[in-house]
């Protein structure tokens, strides 16, 4: 078990918890903490017994950015060489899927690494925004690509050259969100979905969440066919046998995750 120091991770049942902890920084992403959360995640995909994970922050902050004092003196050659920013990227390449929980501030790399998630249940105190324009840089985890596919250009325009923040309602009305709900809620809220999906047959979820993603990578198509592809090759599963016998019978599924 490792010893993690910025984050907290859990297991309830099915589902792989993971709570951002650095509260006096309002979670500020530093490269230890996007460390811990690869290797936390690492564990949760190795896991046959976890299905789903859900990363969250505290009432107050989802994460307010990446560390400020933390890059504010790099040069150049550094953030070169050292490959500045990749690590994230492994957040958004994950097989199983991914819920981000978010309340309060969601912001720069904050906002990147919820958008990096499946999808984002936001709490009614969530506030996204992509402020790097104030700092005299930009977003450099996939903000200018991702908040741009999600919400269309005029918005992410908007909001990646202005700093403004967007709360919950217009992230819900615009589709950066899946849902919002009470503060109170949230992180009961998103471990029930959570579980809900780990309680699916797990190739499925694995296949499904692969085929969406295709929709961002490819042409209609392509995407089209290569979903074709795969809902034909689910119906070697057992777990296929299994759900629509379920279905016929009038009793729940019970999956074997094959
Ligand atoms: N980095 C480091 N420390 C931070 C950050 C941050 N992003 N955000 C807040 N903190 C710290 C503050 O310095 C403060 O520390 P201290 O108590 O020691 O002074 C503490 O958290 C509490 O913050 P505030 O006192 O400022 O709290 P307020 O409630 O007054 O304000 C805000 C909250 C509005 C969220 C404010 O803190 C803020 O504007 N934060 C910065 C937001 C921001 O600019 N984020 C973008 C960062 S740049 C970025 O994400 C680039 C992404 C590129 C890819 C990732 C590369 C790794």
Not at 66 to 82: G, N, R, S, V, W
Not at 158 to 179: K, N, Q, W
Request: glycine residues 8%; proline residues 3%.
């Amino acid at each position: 078990t490792a010893a993690y120091e910025t984050i907290l991770v859990e297991t309830r049942g099915k589902v792989g918890l993971i709570t951002l902890n650095r509260p006096k920084a309002l979670n500020a992403l530093n490269s230890q903490l996007v460390a811990e959360i690869n290797l936390a995640l690492d564990g949760f995909e190795r896991d046959r017994g976890i299905g789903c994970m859900v990363i969250t922050g505290s009432e107050r902050a989802f994460a307010a950015g990446a560390d400020i004092m933390e890059m504010k003196d790099k040069a150049y050659p550094e953030t070169y060489l050292e490959d500045f920013i990749t690590a994230w990227d492994r957040v958004a390449q994950r097989r199983k899927p991914i819920i981000a929980a978010v309340a309060g501030f969601a912001l720069g790399g904050g906002c990147e690494l919820a958008m990096m998630c499946d999808f984002i249940l936001a709490a009614d105190t969530a506030k996204f925004g992509q402020p790097e324009i104030k700092l005299g840089v930009m977003p450099g985890a996939g903000g200018t690509q991702r908040l741009t596919r999600f919400v269309g250009k005029s918005k992410a325009m908007e909001m990646c050259l202005t700093g403004r923040m967007m709360d919950a309602a217009e992230a819900e009305r615009v589709g950066l969100v899946s849902r919002v709900i009470p503060a109170a809620d949230l992180v009961d809220e998103a471990l029930k979905v959570a579980a809900q999906i780990a309680d699916m047959s797990m190739p499925s979820v694995m296949m499904t969440k692969e085929s969406v993603n295709r929709a961002y990578e490819t042409t209609l198509a392509e995407g089209v066919r290569f979903e074709r592809r795969v809902f034909h090759a689910m119906f070697s599963m057992a777990d296929q046998k299994e759900g629509m016998a379920a279905f016929a019978d009038k009793r729940p599924a019970k999956f074997s995750n094959s």
